[in-house]
C-alpha cells in the first residue's frame, strides 16, 4: 500500500501488477481509497504481466517459497518479510521460523542486507535483498559510526517504541484504539526477532567480538514511527565533538540517514524516508546514548524497498524518495 503510494510519482518506475489474495478482483483505489488515481488498476491473485523486480510483503515463511521462482527465472526480489534477513538457517529456525526449517536455504548466502548505508555496493548487484525490519534499521543506524569505529564496548541496549502500524494490517489481536489508547507496553522482551538481526549486522562492522544486544520494542498509541534510544559503554574516552564528526563521517554519502543538532521526533520522519540520528557522550557514566528516528511504513518498509529498487536497477537511489515529512 506504502509503495503504490511512493512510486505514483517516481521517473523511472511503474507498477504493472498488484497481488493479493482477498482483494483479488477489485481496483486498487477500491480496496484502499487514498490510492483512487490508478483508477481502473486491477489487484489480482497473480503476476500475469512481465516484471523486472518484486517487492514481496507476504507472511515470513511464504515470501521465501513465493519469491523463489521467480528469482530462478532472473528476477530481482526484494522481499520485506524477514525471511532473508538473518544469514544463518539455524537463525531462521530459532527466531523467526517457530522450528520450521528454512524453505530455500540455498538463497541464504546470496541475499543481500538492504540498508544501503551499509551495503550500497553489494545491493547494486544483488539478485535477491532482504529488506531490514523497521526496528533493526533505525537500531543499526544509530549505533553503526560508534561500532565500527570501535567506541562502544560489549553490550549494547535498544529501547525502541513503534507505532501501531508496525504490526501490519493482517495481524490480528489487541490493536484496536480502546487497546492501545493512552497505553504503552513492551513485548517480546528477550526474544524478539529483531534481536540477532540488529547483532548481526554491527557483528559485520568490526573485526572485534559484536556488541550483544539487548532489544527491548514497546508499543505506542500513535499510528507512525519508530524511536530507538540506544545506551553502549564507551570503549574509550571520547569527546562530544569527535562522536558528532565520526558519524558525520560515516553518514556523508548517505541522501536518507542526517546526523541532526537535537533529538529528533518521530513526526520528522512522518512520510519520508529520512532516519534521523543523535549521538550523545554522557562522560559521567561513560556511556553513548544514540537515538534514531524514523518512519516505520518508509524508511522502516516500503521506501527503503524501492531505495534499494532504485540501486539494483542502476536508478538514481533518490528518485522518488526526495521527500519532505509531513507535519504535524
Known amino acids: 500500500m506504502e509503495a503504490a503510494r511512493l512510486l505514483w510519482k517516481h521517473p523511472e518506475a511503474r507498477i504493472v501488477a498488484a497481488t493479493g489474495r482477498s482483494l483479488a478482483g477489485q481496483r486498487l483505489g477500491e480496496a484502499f481509497p487514498h490510492l483512487a488515481v490508478y483508477g481502473d488498476f486491477r ?3 497473480d503476476i500475469e ?15 521465501a517459497k ?3 521462482p521467480y528469482i530462478a527465472q532472473g528476477i530481482k526480489c526484494i522481499d520485506i518479510a524477514a525471511d532473508f534477513r538473518l544469514r544463518e538457517p539455524g537463525a531462521f529456525e530459532e527466531w523467526i521460523g517457530g522450528g520450521e526449517p528454512h524453505p530455500t536455504p540455498e538463497l541464504l548466502n546470496e541475499a543481500v542486507y538492504g540498508l544501503p548505508e551499509l551495503n550500497r555496493e553489494r545491493i547494486k548487484s544483488a539478485r535477491v535483498v532482504a529488506n531490514p525490519g523497521c526496528y533493526p534499521a ?8 560508534a561500532v565500527a569505529a570501535g567506541l562502544v564496548g560489549p553490550q549494547v541496549v535498544v529501547d525502541a517504541k513503534s507505532g501501531i502500524s508496525g504490526a501490519g494490517r493482517g495481524s490480528g489481536g ?5 487497546d492501545v489508547n493512552e497505553d504503552v ?10 534481536q540477532p538481526e540488529i547483532q548481526q549486522e554491527l557483528a559485520a562492522l568490526r573485526e572485534a567480538p559484536a556488541p550483544k544486544v539487548t532489544f527491548v520494542p514497546h508499543l505506542v498509541p500513535m499510528t507512525r514511527g519508530i524511536h530507538a534510544t540506544c545506551y553502549a559503554p564507551l570503549a574509550r574516552a571520547v569527546s562530544q565533538s569527535e562522536v558528532k564528526e565520526i558519524y558525520r563521517e560515516f553518514y556523508k554519502g548517505a541522501p536518507f540517514t542526517s ?5 529528533p521526533h518521530t513526526k520528522h520522519t512522518l512520510g519520508n524516508n529520512m532516519c534521523l540520528v543523535h549521538p550523545v557522550v554522557d562522560e559521567r557514566n561513560g556511556m553513548l546514548v544514540a537515538v534514531g528516528a524514523l518512519d516505520n511504513l518508509v524508511k522502516g518498509a516500503a521506501g527503503q524497498a524501492i531505495e534499494n529498487m532504485n540501486l539494483m536497477l542502476g536508478l538514481d537511489q ?6 519532505p515529512a509531513v507535519f504535524p
Open 138 to 145: 533505525t537500531s543499526i543506524l544509530a549505533l553503526a559510526p
Open 49 to 63: 504481466t512481465e516484471v523486472d523486480i518484486i517487492f514481496s510483503a507476504l507472511p515470513t515463511g511464504e515470501s
Open 185 to 194: 507496553s513492551a513485548y517480546k522482551i528477550g526474544s524478539h526477532n529483531h
Open 259 to 263: 546526523v541532526v543538532e537535537k533529538p
Open 43 to 45: 489487484i489480482t491473485e
Open 66 to 68: 513465493a519469491c523463489a
Open 174 to 178: 489487541t490493536f484496536g484504539f480502546g
Open 318 to 323: 533518490s528518485a522518488g524518495l526526495d521527500l
